[in-house]
């Protein structure tokens, strides 16, 4: 997995290095068996910087200091470890079931939400692609109705990775556009169906009543459905993510998360930041624009390379 790093970029110093340089630079201290409060400090504010949040930071610096008193953080890697693992603890902590549900008989219908700008359409573009590799028979549905660019962008996808399309005129009701791909989906036998929506102003009451309206006209017209509801997060925002996911997850229930555009940032904890905050499980990372730029969610992978990366 390549993540936090664009290829042909100069490599940016990862965190690792940047813990090194400044949080231990007493090494004689550590081999004694203790961390300096200086160091912690130091920690403290690096971690914030990459987007981890106060409360995970706060656990993680817990974690280091719990291992150094037992006598475990003699040496970098030992201060690595403890990092990392703590890391990991944070994401296999709640929900972390990284797969995604199926349905029983019928089509499997995926929901997909975000603000706009997040990548949700990009993201499904490359489930989408993923699941063809699955030799899957896959849809979409267009139902980012608010503008014809968007309709536009996800019959593109669909072109390129051979999913079936589902779409109507921009200003259509999207609940509308939920309820006809459903319908098509069931006709012609699909196996995935994988519904795109707006997200503009997710402040606004308006766009929330509508997803939560999207969501009912799917279960009432398939029972079951949808099967996921993922919410697409762009990574680089920091910790507006956060906020974010609670909004969203306040609106509709959230069964996993996808965080995007980790290959533009060093920022990466906020990727924990948000599992922790609405307790649901990340399913992918999104690392680039084309298809093959979606990495399926591996919590001990993603510590060591937050870490190293
Ligand atoms: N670098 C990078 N760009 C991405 C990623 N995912 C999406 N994008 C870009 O982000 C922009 C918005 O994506 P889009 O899928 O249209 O977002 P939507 O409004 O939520 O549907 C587009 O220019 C995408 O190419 C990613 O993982 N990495
Ligand atoms: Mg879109």
Request: overall charge negative; aromatic content about 4%.
């Given at each position: 997995?390549?993540?936090?790093?664009?290829?042909?970029?100069?490599?940016?110093?990862?965190?690792?290095?940047?813990?090194?340089?400044?949080?231990?630079?007493?090494?004689?201290?550590?081999?004694?068996?203790?961390?300096?409060?200086?160091?912690?400090?130091q920690?403290?504010?690096?971690?914030?910087?990459?987007?981890?949040?106060?409360?995970?930071?706060?656990?993680l610096?817990?974690?280091?200091?719990?291992?150094?008193?037992?006598?475990?953080?003699?040496?970098?890697?030992?201060?690595?470890?403890?990092?990392?693992?703590?890391?990991?603890a944070?994401?296999?902590?709640?929900?972390?079931?990284?797969?995604?549900?199926?349905?029983?008989?019928?089509?499997?219908?995926?929901?997909?939400?975000?603000?706009?700008?997040?990548?949700?359409?990009?993201?499904?573009?490359?489930?989408?692609?993923?699941?063809?590799?699955?030799?899957?028979?896959?849809?979409?549905?267009?139902?980012?109705?608010?503008?014809?660019?968007?309709?536009?962008q996800?019959?593109?996808?669909?072109?390129?990775?051979?999913?079936?399309?589902?779409?109507?005129?921009?200003?259509?009701?999207?609940?509308?556009?939920?309820?006809?791909?459903?319908?098509?989906?069931?006709?012609?036998?699909?196996?995935?169906?994988?519904?795109?929506?707006?997200?503009?102003?997710?402040?606004?009451?308006?766009?929330?009543?509508?997803?939560?309206?999207?969501?009912?006209?799917?279960?009432?017209?398939?029972?079951?459905?949808?099967?996921?509801?993922?919410?697409?997060?762009?990574?680089?925002?920091?910790?507006?993510?956060?906020?974010?996911?609670?909004?969203?997850?306040?609106?509709?229930?959230?069964?996993?998360?996808?965080?995007?555009k980790?290959?533009g940032?060093?920022?990466?904890?906020?990727?924990?930041?948000?599992?922790?905050?609405?307790?649901?499980?990340?399913?992918?990372?999104?690392?680039?624009?084309?298809?093959?730029?979606?990495?399926?969610?591996?919590?001990?992978?993603?510590?060591?390379?937050?870490?190293?990366?």
């Amino acid at each position: 997995m390549r993540l936090l790093r664009k290829s042909g970029d100069v490599p940016k110093r990862s965190l690792w290095q940047r813990i090194k340089d400044v949080a231990l630079m007493d090494v004689a201290v550590l081999a004694k068996g203790g961390v300096s409060a200086g160091s912690l400090e130091q920690l403290e504010q690096l971690l914030l910087e990459a987007d981890f949040g106060v409360p995970v930071t706060l656990r993680l610096i817990e974690e280091v200091e719990r291992r150094a008193k037992r006598g475990l953080v003699k040496t970098q890697d030992e201060f690595q470890a403890a990092l990392a693992d703590g890391i990991e603890a944070a994401l296999r902590g709640g929900s972390s079931d990284t797969g995604l549900a199926t349905a029983a008989s019928g089509p499997t219908v995926i929901l997909v939400v975000g603000v706009n700008g997040a990548g949700k359409t990009t993201f499904i573009g490359k489930l989408a692609a993923r699941f063809r590799d699955e030799h899957k028979r896959v849809m979409v549905a267009a139902g980012d109705t608010f503008r014809a660019g968007a309709i536009d962008q996800l019959r593109v996808w669909s072109e390129r990775t051979g999913a079936e399309f589902v779409g109507a005129s921009a200003g259509t009701d999207p609940a509308s556009v939920a309820f006809d791909a459903i319908d098509a989906a069931v006709t012609r036998g699909v196996d995935v169906l994988i519904v795109d929506t707006a997200g503009r102003l997710h402040t606004s009451e308006g766009l929330m009543e509508e997803l939560k309206k999207v969501a009912r006209v799917i279960t009432k017209r398939l029972p079951g459905a949808p099967h996921e509801t993922l919410l697409v997060l762009d990574g680089t925002i920091g910790q507006n993510a956060v906020q974010q996911a609670k909004i969203f997850a306040a609106a509709v229930p959230i069964s996993g998360l996808v965080v995007t555009k980790l290959d533009g940032t060093a920022r990466g904890g906020v990727v924990v930041a948000v599992h922790e905050a609405i307790d649901a499980p990340v399913k992918f990372l999104g690392v680039g624009e084309s298809a093959d730029d979606l990495v399926p969610f591996d919590a001990a992978d993603f510590a060591r390379e937050l870490l190293e990366g």
